[in-house]
């Protein structure tokens, strides 16, 4: 599913995560992103990302 969120393929940054960690997954929807989690994977992509969500 991540694979459809890629946009631009040769960007230096990327534009989604994906994360394991429940609190960085609550901690990104309370600062207005969206996390998209598929039944029975412990993993969720998180969306959309920017060049200051890195720092």
Do not use: H, W
């Amino acid at each position: 599913m991540a694979q459809f969120l890629d946009d631009n393929p040769y960007s230096f940054f990327p534009q989604y995560l994906m994360s394991e960690l429940p609190d960085r997954v609550i901690y990104s929807i309370n600062n207005g992103k969206v996390a998209i989690s598929v039944d029975r994977s412990p993993t969720a992509v998180i969306c959309p990302l920017t060049f200051f969500s890195f720092f």
